[in-house]
DNA sequence: GTCTATAACCGGATAGAC
DNA sequence: GTCTATCCGGTTATAGAC
């Protein structure tokens, strides 16, 4: 492995786990096996090893709507197939999206220009949806919403985990990855109950 | 105002804005329109500041569930309550969950040392819930993951809105407001739709 | 390319006058 | 209680030998 390769799996532990701000260029070095000289011999400052490490990790967990989108006929097998793949991304990268959120949220306008416009297909999913509602088997529901609160259900507990172990598991490791394992499955039931239209009853 | 006082409204904002690592006494001091020396007076160094905004910072934002369940007589309104409230929290304040849940991150043993067992009354909602899967009006869910899934459809935009408004919105200020504004019927209708169970058909 | 040594700066904390 | 001045350790970055 070249020496570039060992300071950029290093400096991808420390700065997803430390941040930006509490990221040491000393313990990168030590990560890599080298010293803190030949990581501004590579890379030019901090800055310059951070953003690489930001634009790639954005990259990574940047819902990957495309193939999901291209394979599947309808939304109700898009969104499973969805929510499977990500969690399944997340299950491998699971401190990834908490980085990420947190240095756009330190410097917003650097870190936006950083990754460019990269923008979702939503309008294939609108009109994937527009369809069903039409046909009246799905209720009609924003393409919107219904994507953030998808992504909102399988990325939240990976961001949250030492809160939400504290207020509902009292600490309990088993019982978290208990609950994590069985998330796949509550949440696609949750979501495809929610955006299905009733059948009509008796009396209608 | 006391200088104590002074002192803590500029902590507050700083600490919540950049974080511990990313917070400067100097920034504090300045803000609270003293000098360095003066904060280390009233509060030893900065850790003991910051462990006082974080204590309280995650009182303000920890689920009140004990007050919308002593009013409420179903989980239907129970639930609407409860996403309405927190909304509205939220509006208020809303760097601080990100704020949390960032310094959780970062040092989960001290971190959660500090809050202690903060527990909240599942049990309650449990039999609330239970009462109506045996009648038949609920469809089977479990707590834990229906109060998960609820806190971060409501939480998740305010944590991840400049990653919203980049993939989502363009960086269109106006229409992400806009979609801020409806997301609390978005939620509400969502969460019931997903949890109510059908009417019987004219088959069965 | 890789190292050691060091410059240059910054930030938390304290001493001591008022 | 509040200030100015200063200490001291740590951090990024560079100079220069090999």
Redesign the interface.
């Known amino acids: 492995m070249t020496t570039e390769e060992q300071i950029l799996i290093a400096a991808r532990k420390v700065f997803v786990q430390?941040?930006y701000?509490?990221a040491r260029m000393q313990e990168i070095a030590n990560e890599a096996g080298i010293n803190k000289a030949l990581l501004h011999y590579y890379f030019r400052s901090k800055d310059k090893l951070f953003e690489q490490i930001f634009t790639e990790s954005f990259q990574l967990i940047?819902?990957a709507f495309e193939s999901a989108l291209g394979s599947e006929p309808d939304i109700r097998s898009f969104l499973n197939l969805f929510v499977g793949g990500y969690l399944q991304l997340l299950e491998q990268l699971p401190?990834v999206p908490?980085f990420?959120?947190?240095e756009?949220?330190?410097d917003?306008q650097k870190?936006?220009g950083l990754?460019g416009?990269?923008?979702?297909p939503?309008e294939s999913i609108k009109s994937m949806i527009q369809k069903e509602i039409d046909k009246g088997t799905l209720?009609p529901?924003?393409a919107?919403?219904l994507?953030?609160?998808t992504?909102?259900?399988i990325?939240?507990?990976f961001?949250?985990s030492?809160?939400?172990?504290?207020?509902?598991?009292?600490?309990d490791e088993e019982r978290y990855n208990h609950?994590i394992h069985?998330?796949r499955d509550?949440?696609v039931?949750?979501?495809l109950?929610?955006?299905?239209a009733?059948?009509?009853?008796?009396n209608e």
Chains 1, 2 share one sequence.
């Open positions: 430390k941040g701000d509490g940047r819902p401190y908490q990420v959120i947190q756009l949220n330190r917003p870190l936006v990754i416009k990269q923008k979702i939503i209720l529901v924003s919107e919403h994507m953030v609160s992504i909102a259900l990325v939240f507990p961001i949250a030492p809160i939400l172990k504290t207020v509902f598991f009292n600490q609950f069985e998330r509550h949440i039931n949750f979501i109950g929610a955006i299905t009733p059948k009509r009853t008796q």
